[in-house]
């Protein structure tokens, strides 16, 4: 039978989501003094993610009630992150800790996915390589020394962030020969992260094995 899921993908997420629960852990043991407001803002950043996601989906599907959903649920995530982080009690050094931190799973997402699947394109595989290796050493480096040049260190991780969303955007587009370079093109990553050709593709595996019963 052929398979409908590729299993690097499969043990590049499990390897990525292992290393995410570990540091959690590390994180709750060294960065007592964020913890509780990173309880707050990773879950915001969610829940504003899943807005967006939601305001897309109702634009493209001219989905009125889903468009307002996605602009509230964008509002109130936007209003509650501003509230919290710009307490006086909240510094820079603390935001640049908030934001680097994730950025280290990002990039180490980036190094798995381009060392285990083969499925993308060799120069994009290399390109999130490298990226994926910066991303975690700058990351790192602003954890340590987030009191030294915050405000430039900040700067660099927003960067890397943008460099990321590209170069990631562009990785999974690969597997499909298409190009980051054309803006529509963007439309299909949502796809890709929202598991449609996955769904898709058991879908109609569903469909030719029903056929296949009706023909015995």
């Not at 398979?3 to 709750?28: P, T």
């Not at 009690?89 to 990039?107: D, E, K, N, Q």
Request: contains cysteine.
């Amino acid at each position: 039978m052929l398979s409908m899921v590729n299993e690097d993908k499969i043990r590049a997420d499990n390897l990525i989501l292992l290393s995410m629960i570990l540091s959690l852990l590390l994180i709750f043991f060294i960065f007592d003094k964020i913890i509780l407001t990173a309880f707050f803002v990773y879950p915001m950043m969610a829940f504003l993610t899943q807005g967006v996601v939601h305001l897309y989906k109702g634009i493209n599907k001219k989905n009125t009630h889903l468009i307002l959903w996605g602009i509230c649920e964008i509002i109130f995530c936007v209003l509650m992150l501003g509230y919290v982080l710009l307490q006086p009690t909240v510094r820079l050094s603390g935001i640049l800790v908030l934001i680097a931190y994730p950025l280290i799973f990002t990039g180490f997402a980036g190094l798995i996915k381009s060392i285990i699947i083969d499925a993308y394109t060799l120069l994009y595989r290399v390109i999130n390589l490298f990226l994926g290796i910066a991303t975690i050493i700058f990351s790192v480096a602003a954890i340590t020394f987030s009191e030294i040049w915050s405000l430039g260190q900040l700067s660099i991780l927003l960067t890397l962030l943008i460099l990321n969303i590209i170069f990631r955007s562009a990785l999974y587009l690969s597997e499909f020969g298409l190009s980051v370079k054309n803006i529509e093109n963007f439309r299909v990553v949502f796809l890709i992260i929202d598991g449609y050709f996955l769904k898709l593709a058991n879908r109609d595996f569903d469909a030719v094995e029903d056929s296949d019963d009706l023909n015995k």
